[in-house]
């Protein structure tokens, strides 16, 4: 059995680590530099790096962000925000970056999932899903959520499986720093109908919630961030708990 993974993310603004409440009211949380091998020396399994106003600030990702980040681990790390090229890929996985994150750059582009997966493996390619319930149908957002369209989530996340992304990552924007819990419930329907890994983010607030985002919710790994930058929560106790739940970690 595969090992669930336990990813801290950093959400950058400006170099600094933020974290708000729906996508909205963001707050400081610290270097990133410094929160990375903190989380690295802890236990995490990875680390996700999002530039989040990259895309709408229409520049790149900060490269000398990525590389200090990337020097201080050793643990695979994602990177996300205003990748939109290939030449932006490139650049970033040989600033250290295992793996990049496209959402708002798929969207408007699918063609460009098939592209980066044939240039540099699927395993490198994440697509990353920003959710939101709407009149009952869950529909994908972009710019850092501040833009709806008209692609249904399950529909989109199937698309981009077959145009060869190799890992999901959802975020529930209805649970996002609300603390009460991951959105099982898509969560589950995506996981099950995908052969590749399912990513869940959004809502986690207590060690229970990652239990139920790996059983019910079917997820291959769990991404938080606000619960770890103010330590709410640590890495080796979260483990530990779901290591005495039957859960598959790496501990």
């Known amino acids: 059995m595969l090992t669930k993974r336990i990813i801290p993310c950093l959400d950058i603004k400006e170099g600094r680590t933020v974290k708000g409440v729906n996508f909205v009211d963001l707050r400081d949380a610290g270097d990133p530099v410094e929160l990375a091998k903190v989380y690295a020396e802890e236990g995490a399994d990875e680390l996700v790096f999002l530039d989040i106003t990259a895309t709408v600030e229409k520049r790149k990702t900060l490269i000398e962000l990525v590389t200090k980040v990337a020097k201080s681990i050793n643990i695979p790390f994602t990177v996300g925000g205003g990748i939109s090229t290939i030449a932006d890929v490139k650049a970033l996985l040989n600033a250290g970056a295992d793996k990049i994150s496209i959402n708002s750059a798929a969207v408007h582009n699918p063609q460009i999932v098939n592209e980066m997966a044939a240039e540099f493996g699927s395993q490198c390619i994440v697509v990353a899903i920003d959710t939101r319930i709407m009149d009952g149908i869950d529909f994908v957002h972009t710019h850092g959520g501040r833009k709806?369209?008209?692609?249904?989530?399950?529909?989109?996340?199937?698309?981009?499986?077959?145009?060869?992304?190799?890992?999901?990552?959802?975020?529930?924007?209805?649970?996002?720093?609300?603390?009460?819990?991951?959105?099982?419930?898509?969560t589950g329907e995506i996981s099950s109908q995908l052969s590749i890994p399912v990513i869940a983010s959004g809502g986690a607030g207590n060690m229970e919630h990652f239990k139920e985002v790996f059983t019910a919710g079917k997820a291959d790994a769990a991404l938080a961030a606000s619960i770890f930058h103010f330590k709410e929560i640590s890495i080796p106790e979260l483990k530990a708990y779901l290591y005495?739940?039957?859960?598959?970690?790496?501990?």
Do not use: Y
Not at 244 to 251: A, I, M, Q, T
């Open 244 to 251: 005495g739940e039957n859960v598959s970690v790496r501990v």
């Open 148 to 186: 709806p369209t008209l692609l249904k989530t399950q529909e989109w996340a199937m698309e981009v499986c077959d145009r060869g992304a190799g890992e999901i990552l959802l975020t529930s924007m209805d649970h996002d720093g609300t603390k009460a819990g991951f959105a099982n419930g898509i």
